[in-house]
């Protein structure tokens, strides 16, 4: 038989897809298990978007559309990046996708040739190496370390760059860390791609997933505009999930290319979840705001219930919902832990290696669950810790 393309040897999948999967066995055993493995809000959309999409299919939107997205829906995008963003943008700038994801790999796909290096954050979502490698580039890590509050090092930086560097990927608030980049590092990241002519792919998923500071978008900087290309969508800010709707802004001469990549793909978004996206925009119900709201409640008392488990340590996350804790002085391996805490305890959580090498002493826990059942994931795992607390360093 004829092997599958080479690609298909470097690209990995995602390690919470996979501990999902075991988490969804053992239920199915009958075991009660806490989910706090996948990246996914305990919200729902508002109900005005619900009906948006009722009467959208009520109204006949249910055919073939702009390959970019209805206009209305990118005139929309616009307006919601100029207040929450104050960025001006064209609506001819957009092109909608179906998720987030999509709109990555689309804009990864319409750049990197083989050979092309592309620097991405290490912890960081697992997309951006693998898709970098299926297209024949060279996925380069800069580190976000702990010693470094998570934060990008601009002088690694500086020191990764080669001729063949094309692509600087940032996210802030960054999955898996949290982390809300510096404006001093974002200057220093932005001077860094003008000088070298790097394209900066910015990937703002989380951006109204903040905790107090200030979200400032890659392409605000000086000669960011034409460089930089925003990833963003409505999975996170509008616990939209499971529709499956995201964007990419990217400056006019690299638009074309991804439409026509839209058009030897998925042709265009279902019309009908499109003009529930421009409801979800509006955000009339403060919904948004209020799911963000609840996140700070649950992370301040998350996060101190888990640096009370021995061994673990967490810094407070700035944005994003996920407690990225270092597990190192419990003195077994995080993959070990995470099989304990599934098979043992019920509660279901990711080795941080599945975020990149940077990870390999970290476990992450989305906090996108209620306090009560945070609190029962905490109890849970306090009664298991028992495991490692004879190899746990003592503080
Ligand atoms: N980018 C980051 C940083 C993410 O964490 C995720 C999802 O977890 C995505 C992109 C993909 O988002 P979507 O669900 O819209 O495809």
Redo the contacts with the bound molecule.
Sequence with gaps: MRPLASRMAVMTGEGALSVYARAKELEREGRSIIHLEL?EPDFHPAPAVNQALKQALDDGKDRYCAVAGIAPLREAIADYLSTTRRLKISPDNIVVAP????S?FMAMMALIDPGDEVLYPDPG?P?YPSIALGLGGVAVPFELSERNRFQPDPDEIARKITSRTKILIT?SP??PTGTVYSDETQRRLAELAVKHDLLVLS?E??ARVIYGEKHISMMSYPGMEERTLI?D?F?KSFAM?GW?L?YTVAPPRIVPAIAMLAVNSYTCVAEFTQYAAIEALKDREGMTSRMVGDFVERHDRFVSDLNRVSGFRCVPPAGAFYAWVNIEETGISAEELCRIMLEEASVAAIPGAAFGVAGTKFVRFSFASSTAILQEAVQRIQRVSSAWEHTAVVR
């Excluded at 998720?99 to 999509?102: A, E, R, V, W």
């Design positions: 990246g998720g987030c994801k999509l990555l979502f997309g996210n960054g999955n990937d998923i989380y990833i969508g999975s999930t499956r995201g």
